[in-house]
């Protein structure tokens, strides 16, 4: 049995983690060696602390055969398994706190040669967020950056898609098994980042559930693969502020979005621009970071308004990239309700505007 085998054996099982894997490749000088330690040795050395440890280690033993045939399946299945010991492990991963010892990966690992950013914010996010996150990982991917996040709903999928629609190369961070797409809905750009895009990462092993834990845990990672973070809408509290916490202490920059002082979704990031992190006005304010590229003004929501008629001008004027009741839009627009309806939805057929809920309307950016 080879080292790398014998990581997997003794990381197959969360009871032994980062830190008792650790510890007993340190004692008994390898991580083949401490297969063969009793659990008695490691009771008495304190590694293995509490009941449920020594079960799992007990358990790997008596199942070291069968989790040997997982593996053999898990590559079959394109599912690549990469360890510290292995070269082409990543390096951002290597020195941050707890790190992790293997990584599943299906596609692609981020290259370490290119700037990467990580790009997070809340889940039930704006539509103006959602633009933005999608707007940013197009214009930094088009830019040759790397964009690295979650697969959640909000601004973690609103910034793969971005990334993966610029035909750049996104990474996902998984709280699952890299064979378990969650949540479901996300499957159409699980599917490309898998196919070419990118890839989807995983220190959980294949088939493992989404518990809250491997999200909170996972957050580590995603931090660890930028070279800088950016938050794009988040409240004061949320699980956005766990990624901060380790982007901060892996030494990293923060980036973060200025939100309205009345918005509960602009709370967090305005915390943190108070605390001092770098305002992000413009995907530039990054490409210059990284010495990429000119400073160049930010094209956000200009578009080319030549196409419109006179009353589709006067409807887009007067919308917003936050959402408008169309009775507002009426009001403000000084036309029927059923002509501005009408109107909005050709503008939506140009792709100007977008529909936002009941009887609500935004620009598009």
Request: charged letters at 20%.
């Amino acid at each position: 049995m080879d080292e790398r085998t014998a990581l997997y054996l003794l990381y197959s099982s969360e009871e032994l983690w980062t830190n008792t894997v650790s510890a007993m490749r340190t004692y008994a000088g390898s991580y083949e060696n401490a297969l063969f330690v009793p659990p008695a040795t490691w009771r008495r050395e304190g590694i293995l602390r509490n009941s449920k440890k020594e079960s799992a280690f007990t358990s790997i033993i008596q199942n070291r055969q069968p989790l040997i045939d997982k593996l053999k399946r898990y590559e079959a299945m394109g599912i690549k398994m990469v360890t510290h010991l292995d070269e082409c492990f990543p390096e951002r991963l290597r020195n941050i706190p707890d790190p992790p010892l293997l990584l599943w990966v299906l596609g692609d690992l981020p290259r370490d040669d290119i700037p990467s950013v990580s790009i997070v914010g809340a889940r039930e996010c704006s539509e103006y967020g959602t633009g933005v996150a999608e707007y940013f990982a197009k214009e930094l991917a088009e830019a040759g950056v790397q964009v690295v996040s979650g697969l959640a709903y909000g601004i973690d999928s609103a910034a793969g898609r971005g990334a993966v629609n610029a035909g750049g190369r996104s990474f996902a961070i998984l709280g699952t098994g890299v064979n378990n797409c969650y949540p479901k809905e996300m499957y159409p750009l699980y599917r490309n980042l898998i196919n070419g895009h990118g890839g989807v990462i995983s220190e959980f092993m294949p088939g493992a559930p989404p518990l809250r834990q491997h999200f909170v845990m996972r957050n580590r990672i995603i931090a660890g693969f930028g070279d800088v973070l950016l938050v794009i809408e988040a409240k004061e509290k949320s699980g956005t502020s766990i990624t901060v916490g380790y982007a901060l202490d892996q030494g990293k920059d923060i980036f973060a979005l200025p939100g309205r002082i009345t918005d509960p979704l602009g709370y967090g990031c305005n915390r943190l621009l108070k605390d001092g992190a770098i305002p992000l006005t413009s995907p530039s304010d990054v490409l210059e970071y990284f010495g990429i590229g000119e400073s160049g003004q930010m094209t956000l929501g200009l578009k080319d308004l030549s196409s419109l008629s006179p009353k589709e001008k006067i409807v887009w004027d007067n919308l917003s990239v936050d959402p408008r009741h169309i009775e507002d839009v009426a009001l403000r627009s000084g036309m029927p309700l059923q002509e501005v309806l009408a109107l909005l939805y050709r503008l939506e057929h140009k792709a100007f505007v977008t529909a936002t809920g009941s009887a609500y309307w935004a620009r598009r950016m």
